[in-house]
DNA sequence: TGCAAATCGCACCGATCAGTTCGATTTGCA
DNA sequence: TGCAAATCGAACTGATCGGTGCGATTTGCA
């Protein structure tokens, strides 16, 4: 798999010379290359070579830092996985009305899922979900499926604290989700929408899931 | 196995001489033992020879009868796209409550988007999205999107009769069909649940998809 | 500066695959 | 039955691509 260097480098090792295909600079220069290839072409049509003269090194030093060209994939996937999501939970740490938080959640959660990047590393995942069936569960897994928890976990305070009632709340958080991205997202994946939806469409997307939402689950006291 | 003879053609229309590349019995030979191939193993990895070994005719006659492994595809797609949803707009005829109509109509399009066949569809036309631009957004507007302009319809005709009130009534439809699949397609997309959601797991999701409808939309006198 | 290690550059291998060619064989109408 | 057209079958083409091997070159520490 992945070279991850459990080598402990000394601090005089550390500033200057590194072992083959440890030097963690050339490594991330291999990955943004690689990412640029993949995102432009996809996963087949990337060639190695592309990939190289994009990064900027040579054949034999990627297969020193990867063994493979799904390796490598693999690698970049997991890496943008955890970036996207990033500030995703702190948003559910407000204290502002459910209204409020759900409004800033949905359109987080849609601009990522919608943004060109992601719809093309879905597509790039999704077309080899076949080849790489561990692949597309762990991304998934850590996407999408890691804010819906994050959400049923939100959910389920408001529930305990009465703001929200809520039987199957799970669902309830898949519900939202997909209500965020409801006229959006398929589109974006398919083609058929070939440009980032706007400010606007997600504003007009998500204020009408959750006033869905809370319609459907509100307590009518907010 | 190879062999599908039992075609539904008459003795006169089988019985008759076509020309190169014109027998459409033979062309719907190839096109089952293709449409196998491509369901198993994706379009890259569904060779020609393949194909012909599965339809049991010869590469030669494959060639006669479409231009190239893409042509033979887009084939495929158009026919399925069509025979899928074949009965999804008898549903929205019915007299019955829009509850009752909502929960079969999205019933059926749970059935039918996280059927094995169409998941693996879907799949593949993403991953050649890129390569293949027009047929991803054709597939997505003869499939999902003619369904979701049907349910338009439906939706109008009873917002005019005072049955339901709905500002956005297009959103409004993308919403329940997004809604109806919410917890089930995305997962079954991204690999992470490989069998298929059963009756129970859909009426669950479908009868959630259309209380939520019915709070957000209904007029109170359903 | 010298030396060893890391990297480079490029030819090369082996395999795959879409699509072509063409002679052999089958099919079905007259 | 004869003949022409449709199909078969199998070799072949041309190109692509992932991955390897190895000598040349650069890098950075001693």
Not at 24 to 46: H, L, S, T, Y
Not at 194 to 212: C, F, G, K, N
């Amino acid at each position: 798999m992945t070279e991850q260097d459990n080598s402990p480098f000394s601090d005089a090792e550390r500033a200057n010379r590194h072992g083959a295909g440890c030097d963690p600079a050339k490594r991330n220069q291999i990955m943004v290359g690689a990412k640029r290839a993949f995102m432009e072409r996809g996963f087949d049509a990337a060639g190695v070579n592309d990939i190289c003269q994009i990064a900027g090194i040579s054949k034999s030093t990627l297969y020193v830092y990867f063994d493979s060209k799904e390796d490598l994939f693999e690698a970049i996937i997991e890496q943008e996985r955890d970036r996207l999501f990033l500030g995703m939970a702190e948003i559910l740490q407000s204290g502002d009305t459910p209204e409020k938080v759900l409004f800033q959640f949905g359109t987080k959660i849609a601009e990522i899922i919608c943004s060109p990047e992601v719809v093309q590393a879905q597509r790039i995942i999704i077309g080899i979900a076949d080849r790489m069936p561990e692949l597309g569960a762990r991304f998934f897994s850590g996407g999408a499926m890691r804010a819906q928890v994050d959400l049923t976990n939100y959910l389920k305070r408001k529930v305990a604290t009465g703001h929200l009632a809520i039987s199957d709340i799970p669902l309830a958080a898949a519900q939202f989700i997909e209500l965020s991205i409801a006229p959006l997202w398929k589109p974006r994946l398919f083609g058929k929408m070939s440009t980032l939806p706007s400010d606007h469409d997600i504003e007009i997307s998500v204020s009408s899931a959750v006033a869905m939402f809370v319609a459907a689950y509100g307590n009518g006291t907010t």
